[in-house]
């Protein structure tokens, strides 16, 4: 667990935990994740897809699917408990205090609105002032996220627009509350590798200038090195590694956090034809009664041990953990490379 | 490498506990309220419209003037050997359902399978052949659309006559539509995918593609919309028999025996009760079982 | 955005010629209007001299184009029966059948609408399963025995509505309830699975994700999406139901379009059950251009280029 700091985190989780009624059973798709957010600081949560990432994030703000059922012995932002608060309380927070931005801008936005009415309405909607403010802002922010004609651009249909721009509005439309937290779900997938580098350091400006909190959801170690303070591995639903950004990049200690890692195509090594590394088998069911260390039928290190219940947590380092019984000597390992190269 | 965005899905489930399509099918059905009430009521009315003369307890055209306007048997003075009573020219009522239920049932099938032939490969032709084609094939359907449907079904039976041969006819030429944008979609879907690619590349002859690769295909949907077409059917045969250019009396419609009883209905409802009851029953069975036909065939089919 | 509209008029048109010339071979079809009209007993030389006297003897084509002349010039023909010009006939009829489904349409929309939209909000609730229940019956109701038993309990039973006749808002009661009922079923399923898919939407998550009232994602973002199909089926509807008056206008003696065609298809009033089938269709290629428009209005993915 990271070490506490003096003031008050930001976001407090403690072993939440999201299941998922089924007609065959229920599926348990998060399990007793934890993490603390400070303002200001970028968290990412790192894992491939079906890994969790995304539902037990969305949780946070009330956004899971209709049958999830979400479970956490706290969940607390600014010492507000989301779980038990009311439904229009959640509300007020939603796109105020905590700005969601998705995956896909192609679909988020709603094509039979202008994109000006899209922005506007959600600082209508918290109460923030008046339809000209809400213009002002709306102009000024769409400028701020390097839009220009801004004034024109209000007017028109998201279907105008290109999937960067899009995007764009997106972030625009999360910006016009001033929230304290963004979480933003693979906000550069669906876009082309240019437009992503450029949304990311976007991204990051805005959120040294206007002292954001970013939860980052994302599959790619890439993104994870170039804008996360800290970062969360996920697999299957649960946290297998955590710590600062650097260290975990430098010097994964959990199997699954390497194997990922090696998936990132590296610029230097230029071998054109070699195909992507990607780690060998699937993810598996999350049905029933789970136990032991789930990433065990995929690794290269798994032994009888790997089954037994529960795999402990190990701190690797300041503010770091790993959740593997080889975790020590996995970074013994990932050191004693480094060092000898 | 994305999340799903929405909660994993019926096909995500299947994974975790892997059925046979068939079998899940079956399932499903078993478990589909709706679907075996329908299909419990049509093979009711199929069973006795088939042994009509064994099940029906009177001759349907025999007059008893006697025993006219008996009421049913749970009324006051009905009497068990009329159990649903007698009509104004002392008929039947329950035997004149039953030989109407073979009316009813000639003129829905037919009307289904002639549409059903009619629109499918129109339907088929549009989505597979495309380009001009298509273009007509959705003129054809535009065309079909601003046509005033019972009119024209009512003009036409004016000049040739009610018989149920023509009926069950006119019928199928008029509510082919369904069908054509049913098997257009879909043919239109269906060409993009592999094994079609591989039959044409296989130098398979297009009719050879639409009959034999594309056809097998389409048969779920075309069922479903079989299904529907035919309650659809049915409706407009009352409606026609009812409007007296359908069906022509003597012979037992259940349009025909409301309109018959229109003329008593305030004094001897039942009259027209109990055949707008049984129309009313069939069509919802046949609907319930095109609803529980498409939840089954494909599980994202809603409303 | 001008070519479309462009593209579309000429598709309408199009459709318009062919359902005239198919309309009028329909009613041709069986060769002998003549015989038909000249009726039992008719002598060879009666049955000549009647299709003679309506130019039924001359080459089919010669006949439409003689008649496509005459539209164009605004001459519909003249009653077989009453010599009455069938262009006037129609328009004395018209009103009260477009009244009638404009009633029926406002009816349907109000119920089914909001039915489908509580029905879509919550899945399998009681108000999903009544506005399934709703649609199944409504779907499997015979028009014509609807209205009789309307007839039997609110009119003759409990005395609530006349029966028959016109002047009062009480007499349309009965002929609008029963042709609403006969479009609601899809109307309202038709609503409810367009929500159903809109709220699944990613902008419908997004606009959750804002931290909307239900009310403002329900109406303002879900519902402007979903009724576009509604809309074309809407103008659909209203079309079927000018067809489709016959049946009410029979039972509830309504002289209106469907009456009229009822009484001139049962004694072969070939001209007016043309002009009727002519007009109907014309009126439905309207209702669909129109439809597309308020379409092209609401949806500025297909408004602005």
């Given at each position: 667990?990271p ?28 399990r ?32 899971q ?6 479970t ?30 998705f995956?896909?801008p ?29 213009e ?81 959801i ?50 230097e ?73 | ?21 068939a ?6 059905a ?78 829905g ?78 043919t ?13 590349v ?5 009719r ?9 295909n ?41 309109s ?39 599980p994202?089919?809603?409303? | 955005?001008g ?22 071979a ?53 009653s ?37 939209v ?21 779907k ?73 009232a ?12 979903a ?44 001209p ?34």
């Open positions: 667990m070490t506490t700091t003096q003031k008050r985190p930001l976001l407090e989780v403690r072993n939440l935990s999201t299941r998922i009624g089924a007609s065959h059973g229920t599926i348990t798709v998060g007793d994740i934890s993490y603390e957010l400070n303002p200001g600081e970028t968290l990412a949560i790192v894992g491939e897809s079906g890994s969790g990432k995304s539902v037990n994030t969305m949780a946070l703000v009330g956004l699917p209709k049958r999830a059922t979400v956490a012995d706290k969940l607390a932002f600014e010492g507000r408990d989301l779980l038990t608060l009311p439904r229009d309380q959640m509300r007020t927070i939603r796109g105020n205090e905590i700005s969601v931005i995956q896909d192609m679909t988020s936005l709603n094509p039979v609105l202008t994109v000006g009415e899209q922005l506007i309405e959600v600082y209508l909607a918290h109460g923030l002032g008046t339809r000209a403010e809400a002002e802002r709306a102009i000024y922010l769409l400028e701020r996220v390097g839009m220009r004609n801004a004034a024109a651009r209000m007017r028109q249909y998201p279907h105008q627009l290109s999937g960067g721009l899009r995007q764009r509005v997106v972030i625009a439309i999360a910006m016009m509350c001033k929230p304290k937290l963004i979480i933003a779900d693979e906000p550069t997938t669906a876009l082309d590798v240019t437009v992503q580098a450029l949304i990311l350091s976007l991204l990051r400006e805005l959120q040294d200038e206007f002292k954001m909190a970013l939860i980052l994302t599959h790619d170690f890439g993104v994870v090195a170039s804008i996360a303070d800290r970062v969360l591995v996920l697999y299957a639903g649960g946290v297998v590694e955590s710590g600062p950004a650097k260290d975990v990049i430098a010097n994964p200690a959990h199997p699954y956090t390497s194997g990922l890692l090696n998936c990132i195509p590296r610029m090594d230029d071998d054109r034809g070699q195909p992507l590394n990607t780690i060998p088998g699937m993810v598996p069911s999350l049905a029933g009664n789970l136990h032991g260390c789930l990433f065990r039928n995929r690794c290269a290190l798994a032994e009888p041990a790997c089954a037994s219940d529960p795999i402990p947590e190990v701190a690797v380092g300041a503010g770091r953990m790993a959740r593997c019984i080889h975790a020590d000597a996995i970074l013994a390992e990932t050191r004693a490379q480094e060092g000898g190269q | 490498m994305t999340m799903p965005e929405r909660p994993p899905s019926s096909e995500d489930m299947a994974e975790i506990m892997p059925l046979s399509p079998r899940q099918a079956l399932l499903q078993r478990g589909h309220v709706g679907l075996l009430v329908g299909l419990f009521v049509l093979l009711v009315v199929m069973v006795s419209a088939i042994f009509a003369p064994i099940v029906a307890p009177h001759d349907p055209y025999v007059q008893e003037i006697a025993t006219k306007l008996s009421p049913p048997v749970w009324q006051e003075g009905g009497d068990w050997a009329h159990i649903l009573g007698t009509d104004g020219l002392g008929r039947d009522i329950l035997s004149r359902l039953i030989y109407g239920a073979r009316v009813t049932l000639i003129a099938v037919g009307a289904a399978i002639i549409s059903g032939i009619i629109g499918t490969i129109i339907g088929m032709c549009g989505g597979y052949f495309g380009g001009r084609v298509d273009d007509f094939v959705v003129f054809l359907i535009n065309v079909k659309l601003a046509m005033p449907g019972i009119l024209i079904a009512l003009s036409l039976v004016s000049i040739f006559g009610g018989s149920l041969v023509t009926i069950t006819l006119i019928l199928g030429l008029l509510f082919w539509d369904r069908f054509a944008v049913v098997a257009r979609t879909t239109q879907q269906l060409s993009k995918r592999d094994f079609i690619t591989a039959a044409e296989a130098g398979a002859s297009s050879w593609i639409l009959m034999r690769e594309m056809l097998p389409l048969m779920n949907q075309i069922i479903v919309v079989a299904s529907l077409e035919m309650a659809l059917a049915i409706l407009v045969e009352a409606t026609l028999s009812f409007l007296g250019l359908g069906i022509q009396p003597p012979t037992p419609s259940w349009g025909l025996m409301i018959e009883g229109r003329t008593l209905m305030f004094a001897k409802p039942y009259l027209i009760m109990i055949p707008g009851i049984a129309i009313f029953a069939l069509v919802v069975a046949i609907n319930l079982i095109g609803d529980g036909l498409r939840d089954i065939t494909s994202e089919g809603k409303g | 955005m070519s479309y509209v462009l593209k579309r008029m000429i598709v309408a048109f199009a459709v318009a010629v062919a359902v005239s010339i198919i309309s009028f329909l009613l041709r079809m069986s060769g002998d209007l003549a015989t038909i009209l000249a009726g039992d007993g008719a002598t060879a030389e009666d049955v000549a001299a009647i299709a003679h006297a309506h130019g039924l003897d001359r080459p089919f084509a010669v006949q439409y184009v003689d008649w496509l002349v005459n539209v164009l010039k605004g001459d519909l023909g003249k077989l029966f009453t010599a009455e010009p069938t262009m006037d006939m129609i328009l004395a009829a018209a009103p009260v059948t477009f009244q009638l489904s404009l009633y029926s349409l406002i009816l349907a929309l109000v119920v089914s609408v909001p039915l489908g509580a029905a879509a909000a919550n899945p399998n609730s009681w108000i999903d399963r009544f506005s399934l229940f709703v649609a199944v019956s409504g499997a109701i015979p028009s014509f025995w609807l209205a009789l038993l309307m007839i039997y309990w609110l009119g003759v039973q409990w005395r609530l509505l006349p029966i028959s006749g016109a002047g009062s808002w009480k007499n349309l009661v009965m002929p609008v309830v029963v042709m609403a009922v006969s479009v609601m079923p899809q109307l309202m399923r038709l609503t409810r699975s367009g929500m159903l898919d809109t709220l699944e939407s990613q902008y419908i998550r997004m606009a959750w994700a804002k931290g909307l239900p009310r403002t994602v329900f109406f303002k973002h879900a519902l402007r999406n009724i576009l199909p509604v809309v074309s089926v809407s103008a659909i509807s209203l079309g079927f139901m000018l067809g489709g008056s016959v049946v009410v206008e029979t039972i509830f003696a309504i002289n209106g379009i469907g009456a009229l065609a009822y009484k001139s298809i049962i004694r072969i009033d070939f007016v059950v043309q002009a009727i089938l002519f007009f109907l269709s014309f009126i439905y290629i309207l209702l669909t251009l129109a439809a597309d428009l308020i379409n092209m209005w609401l949806d500025p993915r297909i408004r602005v280029k």
